[in-house]
């Protein structure tokens, strides 16, 4: 079992910026990559962004590149979504995933983030 914990999100006005953080704990080992999702308001959950836990490659959803940028820090088990000139579009429960194998098999509990127009 691997367990995400996300923190960091908030009301942001529109053009600010929010980091958002997910912390694995248990078998990360299984580990091969983290993302986020994001679920909006009477909208589906949507892939935002990627990246593989060995190599770092990234990967973004067309709406977030060039704004949003995914990292991570292996010694702590940690990943990070830093997002930049947010839009009231961007509001949604972001939350975080590890892949295992081809799955995305485990989930965070999900995190507010408002954008204020």
């Known amino acids: 079992q691997v367990q995400l914990v996300e923190a960091g999100g908030g009301l942001v006005q529109a053009g600010g910026s929010l980091r958002l953080s997910c912390a694995a704990s248990g078998r990360t080992f299984s580990i091969y990559a983290m993302g986020w999702f994001r679920q909006g308001p009477g909208k589906e959950r949507e892939f935002v962004a990627h990246?593989?836990?060995?190599?770092?490659?990234?990967n973004y959803a067309d709406s977030v590149k060039g704004r949003f940028t995914i990292s991570r820090d292996n010694a702590k088990n940690t990943v990070y979504l830093q997002m930049n000139s947010l839009k009231p579009e961007d509001t949604a429960v972001y939350y975080c995933a590890a892949k295992v194998y081809s799955d995305w098999r485990y989930w965070g509990q999900g995190t507010q983030v408002t954008v204020s127009s």
């Open positions: 990246i593989n836990w060995s190599g770092g490659i990234t």
